[in-house]
């Protein structure tokens, strides 16, 4: 049985993709996890199906014999957020980049023989251009999107100097089940979909006419599995890999007013340092070699999100 590795495996993507992995029988599932920001029930039912790592990425001696072997790692552990990268650089940078580095090295003494790589959005910056395209020139704006952008130059490189097919994918704003509401720097549909459930005024930062990509975390695990499938071509290639449509904060937080059936005006505050205005991924290239073919509507997944908020509450 293939031995398949997903760091950050108990996060919000990663616990996803670990369902994704197990309902395509893709092998024996294991995660690394420091539980920073994952947590343990977030993998509950399916926990006695996978090998579970308590551990950090920055620690190479420790994830060196998890990885060893591994037919395929899925690196998703990172300290995520924008703006916790500019408030407190020092750990996104040690975990983002030194972690990062570890696992790809990890994977060449393992022989592992495909790396995916959560990489991010945020690399295009504010590049004027719509939609945004991978051959555009990356402009990070944060200490998180450099970051993000430097673990795709070490995809490359890895392949280019070691022969490990690293496949990056810049994950446009992922939403939908398990994503942590609670922390300062959640996701904003984690925080405009509690709100909604709550009866509380979401408040947003900005004009609010800033657009995003939001992707359904279900079309981002299953782009993943076919990254780790595709043929050797795609090896040391960044993918955007996001939904190819761009909603502003002000429509979405209408829709969902519309969705529940009540008013709930928004609050507005002052925009966000390092914050992007606009988000829209070109899925041209994903399409063509990965097979890309993302299957949830804004609405849908709105939808699917705030059911499973409501669930996870009544629980
Ligand atoms: C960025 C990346 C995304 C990455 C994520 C990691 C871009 C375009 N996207 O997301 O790919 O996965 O970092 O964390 O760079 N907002 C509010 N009210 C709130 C909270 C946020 O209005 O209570 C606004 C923010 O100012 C921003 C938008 O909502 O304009 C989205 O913010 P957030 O969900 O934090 O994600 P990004 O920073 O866009």
């Known amino acids: 049985m293939k031995k398949i590795v997903v760091t950050g495996g108990a996060g919000f993507i990663g616990s996803n993709l670990v369902r994704s992995l197990l309902e395509q029988r893709e092998g024996k599932v294991i995660v690394i996890d420091n539980l920073f920001s994952g947590k343990e029930e977030n993998l509950a039912e399916v926990r006695n199906e996978i090998g579970f790592e308590r551990m950090d990425v920055r620690d190479l001696n420790a994830i060196l014999p998890v990885i060893d072997g591994a037919d395929t790692v899925y690196h998703l552990a990172a300290i995520p957020s924008v703006p916790r990268s500019i408030e407190d650089p020092v750990p996104s940078h040690d975990t983002n980049l030194n972690g990062c580095f570890n696992v790809f090295h990890a994977a060449v003494q393992g022989k592992v023989r495909r790396l995916i ?25 944060s200490p998180y999107a450099a970051q993000k952008v430097m673990g795709e130059y070490y995809a490359r490189c890895f392949y280019e100097c070691y022969g490990l097919e690293a496949v990056a994918l810049r994950f446009f704003n992922v939403y939908g089940p398990r994503q942590d509401p609670t922390s300062a720097y959640s996701g904003v549909l984690s925080l405009f979909i509690t709100a909604l459930i709550d009866g509380k005024n979401p408040t947003i930062l900005g004009d609010g006419e800033q657009s995003r990509d939001f992707t359904y975390v279900k079309d981002v695990a299953g782009l993943c599995i076919k990254a780790a499938h595709a043929g050797k071509h795609v090896a040391g290639i960044t993918y955007n890999a996001g939904n190819g449509n761009r909603h502003t904060l002000n429509k979405v937080w209408s829709l969902l007013q519309k969705i529940e059936g009540i008013e709930l005006p928004a609050k507005y505050g002052p925009p966000r340092s390092g914050d992007v205005l606009h988000s829209q991924a070109d899925t041209t290239l994903a399409i063509r070699d990965l097979g890309h073919d993302p299957k949830y509507s804004l609405e849908e997944g709105l939808r699917l999100t705030l059911e499973w908020y409501r669930q996870d509450r009544a629980a």
Do not use: F, H, N
């Open 117 to 141: 790589y959560a990489a991010s959005s945020s690399a295009y910056g504010d590049t004027e251009v719509l939609p945004k395209v991978e051959t555009m020139i990356p402009r990070p704006k």
